[in-house]
């Protein structure tokens, strides 16, 4: 059961190896050993590491304000480890750590050595479910689903380089009313489809308008359309086979876009979920949760006046049945431990309340009373929602096209791509590079640019869609750090050394190595709070921080390619292609 689970991530860090997880997580472990020893009789004293906030030091400790009741008076054991050079106390209470630069060049000479993977921050959950991109069946993919892949993806990276399991879930909307009045149209304008196939319908979203279109003018259509719905419903073979047909054109559109983005993803539609809604409704409703009210069949939820509707008076199911069903199926078939929706704001369907963030409140209410979910909401197994807002224009609202569609975001990566391919051509690199290499760094900075520019902000107040902004070289965009990269990769190169021999050698490094050891906890940050731009600002800060010296020395060099293996790791973890030259 769910406390069995919720107990396993009790805070604390015992079982961590020692030289295992994070700095802070390690240094923990050597805080967590002195609170016992000094206050044998509080085991519930969790300890509080933070990155050094002054100067005095590497990280401290924050614990000694809380408890300094308990401990005054006693002495305060402090167990040796190569992980400190000396400690200090500050202001009213907190402890200093500065940690060796032996250890600092060992632990990153280590990295180099065995590479990223040992930097990976350990989570306390094994198993997580990822809803993101989710499109619908001949609707329009829009900017927010588009954000939603290319957001979804990168949480997914950065859970799956923590070793988390992650099932990346497109929760494709396939069954909806909407189907009726398509299959009809189909039936109507297409009475060759089932040899046509694909072909006949062409272009779906066209498809679509065209037959919302004929649904709202024609009563008989629309009658038609309703009755088409219950036939699908009901099973018919043929309104079935109409049905797999149109959202077969769906799906190779979307893969076409995951294609290029590099985003993978494996569908469970809506209509997955669909022979477990009865039983998960009929648990429900023997544990008194569903009712009837007004021929409905509804879930009351506290302090709320209307309730969630999970049976239509017709007898249907709705959208709330089938994300109630798939929520069930997560953590109980599924066994995920974290489930994460990646869903855009919504801000234009409601005023007051974004659409998801009231189904989502709704759903995990339910699920707390069915006590799937504990209620607690620190404790494991638990549901997040990563919302984000739009990209918008200038005039602030969502970006449109002059003719009123909203901008495929296909067209605004085509678009960063072509401005850097002239920029590269105008300084000549046409010249130098094939044909090949050159639509490549376009395309890799292009794209990268423009994921940059989505992940960087605050994802949640969205941002103003700028090619000049996002292109610039010099500030905190991805150009700007794909410069640094490729500035030291030629560094390498032109030192004309063997990194790999050189890995081999002890050598003692310098000071400015804090940064890199970081970067686990600044991962761990990152899928904690579900902000992608801790990570980046990490990036930035470590590309300004590295002031290229001569590179004469070993030391330096190894510094170099440390900083490289990092940022390329960063990268990878934002879906962003690196490049070596530019
Ligand atoms: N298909 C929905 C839309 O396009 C998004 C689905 C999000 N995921 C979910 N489990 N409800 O708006």
Redesign the pocket.
Known sequence: TYTNRAKMYALSYAHFEDDEGTVKQQLSKLFETSLKITLPDEPTIAPVVKICSGKFGDYQCNNAMDCWAKVKGKNTEFKASEMIESSSVTGPGFVNVTLPNKWIAKTIQKMLEKGMRIWAPKLRVSRAVV?FS???IA?ELHV??LMSTIIGDIIARLLEYSNVEVLRRN???DWGTQFGMLIEYLFEMFPDWENAGEQAIGDLQAFYKASKLKFESDPVFKAKSQQGVVLLQGGDKKYLKAWSTICEISRQEFHQLYERLGVSLMEKSESFYKPYIPKVLEGLSNQGLVEENDEARVIFIEAEEIPLIVVKRDGAYN?AST?LT?LWYRLNEEKAEWIL?V?DDGQEKHFKMSF?LL?LFFWLQVAKRAGWLPADENLYPKASHLMFGVVRGDDKKRLRTRFGDVIRLVDLLDGAKTRCKAELVNRGKAEEWTADELEQIAEAIGYGAVKYMDLKANILTGYKFDFDLMLNDKGNTAVCLQYAHARICSIIERSGQDIEELKKLDEEEERTLGLHIQFAEVVEETCLTLRPNVLCDYLYNLSEHFVIGSPKQTSRLLLCEATAVVMRQGFHLLGIVPVNKI
């Open positions: 809803d989710s499109p619908n609707k927010g689903h929760h494709v909307g959208y994300d798939a929706y869903t998801y189904l």
